[in-house]
Structure formats: structure tokens, C-alpha cells
């Protein structure tokens, strides 16, 4: 063993050196920080002893150990395949018109979660393994099925030092690149990076493989208990912010209509000094707002009150006028919103700050409009590709899922360091409680318009201890403020919502807070504000039409329906092409017509993840049902193909302009 260990170590390190040369760099020259030896029993299989414990990581025998746990995993796991309930869209919409249409084959095909044991035969779409210890298990779980993209995680750096002297790493990884398998390794992980690391992992080989996965656990350790907590808790989040066709065209098409009225777009290089020493409050129409009704209406002279979309409702029935107010949805639903308000005297007076891709008819209502651009939309990639370094404009990173991620955002993007949030609540404590009740989601007597559904809620920490219920978004909301958080330490953030609980906001009741303000001119520092950090875009210097480039966007479709056409209509013959699919796009992304994959990836990812899942309810049926199942898919597919090219040859006009009947709820 003594001669055999280093040797297989330093084959170890000139594989991971080839395919994954940051782990290579990290273990080259790696030191311990707990005392282990290897030993062996007469089998001669390497095992590890902790010294400080006198503990062993396996028992006898290693590799019966790590056999008998795959066998016991293949045998026993289901697959978590993603299931889409059938949305409510307009007519024109067409991503949810045949994203549903897929969906409905599914509902008719078997329910249920699929056993993997059962789906061994096809490529499994992904697979989280918690714990990779000596890594013995690995290669029989490859010797069993075929997974397509491994997330491995191992919070303990010895352990995987340890694993380089022992298992053959080699190998695998030889195979897996011959196989054109991912493996995405997490090794000492840092909670904090934790979700962002494994959405980027997902996102680079494509989201659409989230649609059916198994996980296990290799070993027992508090380290690992908290780690797979934190996944399990968080793996929601790889399966939301895909965005979808329609609602790029829209982007691009209001974007368009912003840069051309000349509307000021948020520089990169600004003075935001005049904000540093000023109190902001972030107002958001969750239910704790009531609570802080008074608090606001008391300082409303001494602070910068920004409004967050519908809790603009609640401040006019409070007779508290805002200075900033933010929306965030690109729909027309958001300017519908205010005309249902009737309060234009109220609001003439704020400024409006939104992101590029809001509808434009919501200008209208106010006196000054500054605009920021959204990083992950196609006109954002097209400009900042085609001017590079020199582009001059700043991108609102995390201004979604919800208007009170804008205002949070704004607030320190504009430079304030002082943030109170007011009914920010991310959460739910009762079903009739989800809004303001000064809010127009009540009537005069108080009463709910509508009872929340808490059905696909889960518990997360309260923000003045307990709990409260969230939902994905909500989750995705409460994650995106942590980032805007941390991305600006120097900010204090005091959370007075008596909601859900968000890392870096100091948790304050109302109550307790006893500011010291003056009363400050409002409108001068807003008005200054504006004039140092927005400009308009000159338009002149590119041709937008071109700059969308049709002829190239139609040449991409044609290449997908023609693959789909002509692919055997076999489970790992589709996944392979789907994986095709997305590297080209990705290509596209790196390249200057990058806005392309902006515009197709969400549908894309939608689709695919619901045509894998459909291939997985249909395993056990005979190979013409499915065959059958996915020429129907496919012929939904071609249907999309078709509008898509009809809608994107004139992208740039296409507003949108559905009412939207949910909106009666405020009438």
C-alpha cells in the first residue's frame, strides 16, 4: 500500500491537472488540517483512520460498503422529476400556450414518481451525491447507470485530499469525458456561495437537466447534515428564473422604445455622495406595512420614501406621498395598475425608477423617469457587447423576483447607506393576510379580495424569530436581497417587516425605532439624484434592427426543427441532441449575437425539462407509445418554431398590449 498510494495520487493530480486544473492547483501542495493515517486489512483495500477519534471511515471491507449502499440507492431512490401545472396566458403568449400543451401529454401518461431502478436502461438526467469520502462508490455507480451531470459534495477538504491517494479518479474522469458526462464537484463548500455556485454549475450544461434527479448520502456527519439541509432547502432555485420567449420579445421591444424616447438610463460612473448621510425607506404592501403605517407618516419629512409597486395603494389611502416609485414587471399590466389607481395628482409629483424592459406606457404618470438596465435581457447583451469597456451604462443585478428586490436594489445602487424596509414581508402568516389592508387587495371594510393559497408553501426563519410560510419566489426574493446585501456591506439595513427573516438586515420592530432625523428637501435631492446618475442613451450610434439580427434567428430555428425532425426518437438520443442544443446557444452567448440566446433559452430550458420528464413518465410503456407521445411533442415544438420566427421578425414593435383580468382585483 505504502508504494501504490502515492503513485495512484500523482495519476490523481495529472487527471484533475487536464480536466479541472483549479482542483489540481488547490491539492498540489495540499497540508491536512486533521490528523489521518491509511491503513488496510488483509484485503488491501485503503482505508483511513482519525487520528484525533480513532475512528475509521469504513469498516471492514470498503468496497463491499460502498457496493452495498449503490445497490441500496438504485434499488431504493424515485426520481424527482419537475412537473409544470398548466398556466392561465393571453392569446399571443405563445411559450405558455405550448409549454402547457407538452405538459397535458404527461398528465396522460403514468403519474407518480418514477423508480430509478426503473430508468436505469436510459441516461439519468442528473444526480446529487452528499458526501464523496474515499470515492469507492463512484465507480460502482457508474458501473450501474449513466448520469449525465453529478453534483458531488464534500464539505471536508481532508476527506477529498484523502480520496486522491485512494480511489482512481483517473479513471472516471477519463470515461466521463469519453462519455461527454459532467461532474460538478463541490468540495469544502461555503454556504454563503452555495446556491449561486450551483445554479452557475446547472446553468453552463443547462437548466432544463434539473427536470429529474436522485440524491444520497455517502456518510453521516453534522457537517454534512447542514450542508444537505441547505441544498434540499435551496434546489428550488435552479428550477425558477428561466425567463421565456414572449417575455423577452417584450424586453426587447420596450427596451427599444426607452433608448429611442431618450429616456435617462442609470450611468455607471455617478455621484451618489448626497445619499450617504440620508435615511430611505424601502415601502413594500406586505401585511406588516399596517404596522408601520404611523412610523412612516411620522418621518415622512426626514426620509426618501421609495414605493414598491402596489403599496403605492396603501400610501395614497394613508396620505403619504412617495418620492421614488419602482415596478419592475415588463407587462402592461404594471401602467393598467395605475390607471386603476385614479390617484394621478398623488403621483405626478414622484419619480419613477424602473429597469429597461418596463412597459412604456408607465412613464406617463410621473415627472421624471430613470431607467437601469437588466443584465440578463437581450438589449442589455447587445449593448454592452457591442460597446465593451466602453459602454457607460450600470445594470440593476438584482432587481428581481419582486418590485421590493427593485427598491432594495435602487436604494443602494443610488448610494444610501441608511435602509429601513417597511412591509417587505416575503412570506405569509395567514392566508388572508398577504397584502397591506390599506391596499386596494381590500375593500373599505378591510376584507380580503382573495384568500392566499398556501398549498406550495414551506417554513422559513421569521425575521423576529419563529416562522413564516414562503413559497419559491419568495425564496428567490429573499436570496436576491442577501446578494444586494452583501454586495454593499458598507450599507446598515434595518428590516422592520415582520415577515421572513433576510441575512445582512438587522431585525427591528417598529416600535423600537427612535431616529434623530431633520426634515430634508425632498424633491432637491431626488431632483439631484437624477441629474448625476442617469443620462440618456444615444441612439443614433446603432442600428437596432440589424443589431437583433432576424436572418440569424430564423437560420437557429431551422437548425432545431431540423434536428428534431430527423433524431431517433429514443430517450438518450434526445438528450443528447437537447445537450447539442444548449452548447450552441451557449456558444451564441459568448459571441457578439449573444442577445439570441437571451431571447431562446428560457423556452428552451422549459420545454426540454418537460419533454425529459415526459420520455421518464413513459419508460415502461412499449417504445411506440413513447415514439408516439414524442412526435406529438415534437409537432408542438414546430408549431412554436413557426410563430416564433413570425413574432421576432418584428421584435422591436412588439409591445405588449393584453389587459390583464387579474387586475380586477383592485377595482
Request: charged share 20%; hydrophobic share 40%; aromatic share 14%.
Amino acid at each position: 500500500m505504502a508504494q501504490m498510494l502515492p503513485v495512484r495520487f500523482q495519476e490523481n493530480m495529472d487527471a484533475f491537472k487536464k480536466y479541472m486544473p483549479d482542483i489540481h492547483d488547490f491539492f498540489v501542495d495540499y497540508q491536512s488540517a486533521r490528523p489521518f493515517r491509511f491503513f488496510c486489512n488483509e484485503n488491501g483495500i485503503p482505508n483511513i483512520l482519525w487520528l484525533d477519534t480513532e475512528m475509521a471511515l469504513y469498516g471492514e471491507d470498503p468496497f463491499a460498503d460502498a457496493l452495498a449502499q449503490i445497490t441500496e440507492v438504485l434499488d431504493q431512490s424515485t426520481l424527482q422529476c419537475i412537473d409544470f401545472a398548466s398556466q392561465w396566458y393571453f392569446d399571443d403568449q405563445i411559450h405558455i400556450k405550448y409549454n402547457n400543451e407538452i405538459s397535458k401529454l404527461k398528465q396522460r401518461a403514468n403519474q407518480g414518481s418514477p423508480l430509478l431502478k426503473d430508468a436505469l436502461h436510459t441516461d439519468i438526467p442528473l444526480s446529487l451525491m452528499y458526501g464523496i469520502g474515499l470515492g469507492y462508490q463512484l465507480g460502482y455507480l457508474y458501473e450501474r447507470c449513466k448520469v449525465r451531470n453529478l453534483f458531488a459534495f464534500e464539505p471536508d477538504l481532508d476527506l477529498f485530499y484523502a480520496s486522491l491517494f485512494c480511489f482512481d479518479w483517473h479513471a472516471l474522469l477519463t470515461y466521463m469525458e469519453q462519455e461527454f458526462l459532467t461532474l460538478h464537484l463541490f468540495i469544502g463548500v461555503d454556504e454563503k456561495l452555495l446556491a449561486a455556485d450551483m445554479m452557475e454549475a446547472l446553468h453552463r450544461k443547462g437548466a432544463f437537466w434539473s427536470a429529474a434527479y436522485f440524491s444520497f448520502r455517502h456518510y453521516h456527519s453534522p457537517k454534512l447534515d447542514t450542508l444537505i439541509q441547505q441544498v434540499e432547502n435551496e434546489f428550488y432555485l435552479l428550477r425558477t428564473g428561466w425567463g421565456f420567449f414572449d417575455d423577452n420579445v417584450y424586453a426587447l421591444a420596450h427596451s427599444h422604445t426607452h433608448l429611442q424616447d431618450g429616456t435617462p438610463f442609470l450611468k455607471r460612473e455617478r455621484d451618489t455622495g448626497l445619499a450617504a448621510t440620508l435615511p430611505v425607506f424601502v415601502v413594500g404592501n406586505g401585511p406588516s406595512l399596517d404596522q408601520s403605517i404611523d412610523f412612516i407618516r411620522q418621518h415622512q419629512h426626514q426620509a426618501i420614501i421609495i414605493a414598491c409597486g402596489t403599496a403605492v395603494s396603501a400610501l395614497h389611502k394613508a396620505d403619504i406621498k412617495p418620492d421614488i416609485y419602482v415596478a419592475v414587471e415588463r407587462t402592461k399590466s404594471s401602467a393598467d395598475f395605475l390607471r386603476i389607481l385614479n390617484a394621478d395628482d398623488f403621483i405626478k409629483d414622484c419619480v419613477f425608477l424602473s429597469v429597461d424592459v418596463i412597459h412604456p406606457e408607465c412613464k406617463g404618470f410621473f415627472r421624471k423617469t430613470g431607467i437601469a438596465f437588466k443584465p440578463n435581457e437581450p438589449m442589455y447583451k447587445i449593448l454592452s457587447t457591442r460597446f465593451g469597456s466602453e459602454f457607460e451604462f450600470e445594470a440593476i443585478q438584482y432587481s428581481n423576483p419582486f418590485v421590493g428586490n427593485t427598491g432594495l436594489n435602487y436604494a443602494a445602487l443610488l448610494g444610501f447607506k441608511e435602509i429601513y424596509l417597511f412591509g417587505i414581508d416575503n412570506g405569509y402568516k395567514s392566508a388572508d393576510k398577504h397584502h397591506s389592508k390599506l391596499s386596494l387587495y381590500y375593500n373599505d371594510k378591510q376584507e380580503a379580495k382573495y384568500q392566499q393559497n398556501l398549498k406550495d408553501t414551506f417554513p422559513a426563519p421569521a425575521n423576529f424569530g419563529g416562522e413564516v410560510r414562503i413559497n419559491h419566489l419568495f425564496g428567490l426574493a429573499i436570496h436576491n436581497m442577501e446578494q444586494v446585501l452583501a454586495t454593499y456591506p458598507e450599507v446598515h439595513c434595518i428590516n422592520s417587516s415582520d415577515g421572513a427573516y433576510i441575512e445582512g438586515a438587522c431585525p427591528l420592530r417598529v416600535e423600537t425605532l427612535t431616529p434623530r432625523w431633520s426634515a430634508i428637501d425632498k424633491r432637491a435631492v431626488v431632483d439631484e439624484l437624477m441629474t448625476n446618475c442617469f443620462q440618456p442613451f444615444d441612439v443614433t450610434s446603432i442600428d437596432f434592427q440589424a443589431a437583433i439580427n432576424v436572418p440569424l434567428f430564423h437560420e437557429i430555428i431551422e437548425k432545431l426543427r431540423y434536428d428534431w425532425q430527423s433524431v431517433d426518437r429514443e430517450h438518450n438520443a434526445i438528450q443528447l441532441m437537447m445537450q447539442r442544443h444548449h452548447d450552441y446557444l451557449l456558444y451564441l452567448l459568448m459571441s457578439k449575437e449573444g442577445h439570441l440566446y437571451r431571447v431562446l433559452i428560457g423556452s428552451l430550458n422549459y420545454f426540454y425539462a418537460n419533454i425529459i420528464s415526459l420520455m421518464l413518465a413513459e419508460m415502461n410503456s412499449d417504445g411506440a407509445g413513447l415514439a408516439e407521445k414524442l412526435g406529438v411533442a415534437i409537432g408542438i415544438l414546430e408549431q412554436f418554431f413557426d410563430d416564433a420566427k413570425s413574432i421576432y421578425a418584428d421584435a422591436l414593435e412588439r409591445h405588449d398590449t393584453a389587459y390583464f383580468v387579474g387586475l380586477s382585483v383592485f377595482k
